[in-house]
């Protein structure tokens, strides 16, 4: 049973640059969230996907943008890197499909992250 | 921005005795879960405890949820070295926050064999 896969693990990019990170979430799981973990900081919520779509945002300004793949596999892009852009990207998958009440009580699963450095 | 504080931000202890995490937060959650972190690696789900809930037990880990005062306690007891790691809350809204969560800064535990 594949848990939670992230590519690549590390990513050395220039500012102004452009990235694309992918992520494939654990079997059975339909619902894809990104997070982005500064060096010594929690995750913060960046957004979350589910059919296809941007079901959720966090504060996190437009150069942010996603896509989820009919197969339920995600990427997340960033135009126009930013020194402070540099953190660890995580990604969580869930099932959402037929957990009844929209309540949030299922745990997310979280892949490795991929490691973006901008110099 | 973070939902709230955890406390403390890092705790040293020896192998055998038990760890106990706070976790304080801002807002009306729907669940609080906990999460753990080793170096460089993903978060590793722990536990869920939901907002009617006030104790949960997992093996060695027990929550507590104090919804009146905002706040949620991890204890591990009889910690072991592989035990050292990040330890992080995260709070769940639910209804259109669904999925989303809201972690605190973490704490970062040292178990020495």
């Known amino acids: 049973d594949a848990g939670v896969t992230q590519s690549p693990t590390h990513l050395i990019k220039t500012r102004g640059q452009q990235v694309t990170l992918r992520c494939s979430p654990k079997?059975?799981?339909?619902?894809v969230s990104w997070y982005q973990q500064a060096l010594g900081q929690g995750p913060q919520f960046i957004f979350q996907?589910?059919?296809?779509?941007?079901?959720q945002r966090g504060n996190f300004p437009d150069r942010f943008s996603g896509h989820q793949f009919p197969n339920y596999s995600s990427e997340l892009n960033v135009n126009a890197l930013l020194l402070g852009d540099s953190a660890l990207y995580l990604c969580a998958s869930t099932l959402r499909s037929g957990t009844g009440n929209m309540g949030s009580n299922q745990p997310q699963h979280f892949g490795d992250g991929t490691r973006l450095s901008i110099l | 921005s973070q939902q709230g504080e955890e406390d403390p931000q890092a705790l040293s202890i020896q192998e055998g005795e038990n760890a106990t995490m706070n976790c304080s937060y801002k807002?009306?959650?729907?669940?609080l879960q906990w999460y753990r972190q080793n170096s460089g690696r993903g978060l590793v789900h722990l536990i869920l405890i939901r907002s009617n809930e006030r104790e949960k037990h997992s093996g060695r880990l027990r929550v507590t949820l104090d919804t009146s005062k905002k706040s949620s306690s991890l204890l591990i007891t009889a910690s072991r070295a592989a035990d050292t790691a990040s330890y992080f809350c995260a709070t769940a809204a639910g209804g259109t926050s669904y999925g989303k969560l809201t972690f605190g800064q973490g704490t970062i535990l040292t178990v020495h064999p």
């Open positions: 807002t009306s959650i729907n669940n």
């Open positions: 079997s059975g799981h339909d619902t």
């Open positions: 996907y589910y059919e296809e779509e941007e079901r």
